[in-house]
């Protein structure tokens, strides 16, 4: 049987590719089925040679299912257990750059996506290259834990995966401008268009079964 984990970790060595899916769904009550759904199947059939771990997220506003499948193979296949049963599109991706620390220890209470549609795989390296020598050169909020860019395999596509302690944590850095040069920044960049973001809670991650 697969092993349930707390957050996955994001930049493992075997598991170079990533496959990100999400689904807008009606309300909570929905929301939790679907997610409920989404890892019986998983368990329920053989589990894919490729992958090492799947990792369900709830979006805090009710709204939306996100799954997070770290996969070894460098081009995976989409036709997976979690992605039926979500019948959403997925991505491919690679994470590109990490933004952590070898001595953190906290465990994340908050997902905070971001996502951008790009135009060519120059593009998408040189805009997250941009983003981080944007950054505050200090520690930034007490709250922020980590950052991981990931680059679509096909160039179309950025995500930018944040591990916070909280949603409060992350809400306290929105609400105080803190970002705001940032925002114009992704608002100015040729070639880039961003799509929005959410918070996460972690609903449920399974790995590969041992043995």
Same mark, same amino acid.
């Given at each position: 049987m697969p092993v349930a984990l707390p957050?996955?970790? $994001?930049? %493992?060595?075997? +598991?170079?590719?990533?496959?990100?899916?999400?689904?807008?769904?009606?309300?909570?009550? $929905?929301? %939790?089925?679907? +997610?409920?759904?989404?890892?019986?199947?998983?368990?329920?059939?053989p589990w894919p040679a490729d992958v090492v771990s799947l990792t369900c997220f709830l979006s805090t506003d009710g709204a939306s299912v996100l799954a997070y499948i770290q996969c070894t193979s460098e081009r995976p296949s989409a036709d997976l257990p979690g992605l039926r049963t979500l019948g959403a599109e997925s991505i491919a991706y690679r994470v590109y750059r990490s933004l952590t620390t070898a001595e953190e220890t906290r465990v994340p209470g908050c997902l905070v996506t971001a996502l951008f549609t790009v135009d060519g795989p120059e593009r998408q390296r040189r805009f997250v290259d941009s983003l981080i020598?944007?950054?505050?050169?200090?520690?930034?909020?007490?709250?922020?834990?980590?950052?991981?860019?990931?680059?679509?395999?096909?160039?179309?596509w950025m995500l930018n995966y944040t591990e916070w302690t909280s949603q409060e944590a992350h809400g306290e850095v929105a609400a105080s401008g803190a970002h705001d040069d940032l925002h114009d920044l992704l608002a100015n960049t040729p070639g880039v268009l961003p799509l929005g973001g959410k918070r996460y809670h972690l609903h449920r991650s399974l790995t590969a079964p041992v043995g």
């Open positions: 957050f996955p970790v $994001v930049d %493992r060595p075997d +598991a170079p590719t990533v496959l990100v899916a999400s689904l807008d769904v009606t309300d909570e009550r $929905v929301q %939790r089925t679907l +997610a409920e759904q989404l890892c019986i199947d998983w368990q329920r059939e020598a944007a950054l505050p050169e200090d520690d930034g909020h007490p709250g922020a834990i980590s950052a991981h860019f990931h680059l679509s395999l096909d160039g179309g």
